[in-house]
């Protein structure tokens, strides 16, 4: 996938929550909240034509994945958390 098709959401640097696409060295934005930043996320990534958005928690690990349309889920059986 593109580095525009996925977008991570990653505790910000300055607080809030900041969103941002692999291997790039500016945030694609930042929100107060974890669910505003998913949010977001979610709206970028199916403005640019589908993807995954992925959150991670304030230790680093990865909360949860999620396949936006009309991204190809790579496990669409298995995904049963959205």
Do not use: F, L
């Not at 969103?19 to 996320?41: F, H, L, V």
């Not at 304030?58 to 049963?80: C, E, F, L, W, Y």
């Amino acid at each position: 996938m593109a580095s525009n098709s996925r977008r991570d959401v990653v505790p910000g640097r300055n607080g809030g929550w900041d969103i941002t696409a692999p291997g790039a060295k500016r945030i694609s934005g930042n929100e107060r909240t974890q669910a505003d930043a998913e949010r977001r996320a979610k709206d970028i990534v199916r403005n640019a034509g589908g993807g995954e958005v992925v959150t991670h928690g304030r230790d680093g690990k990865i909360r949860s994945k999620d396949t936006v349309a009309p991204g190809n889920d790579p496990n669409p059986p298995r995904d049963r958390e959205h």
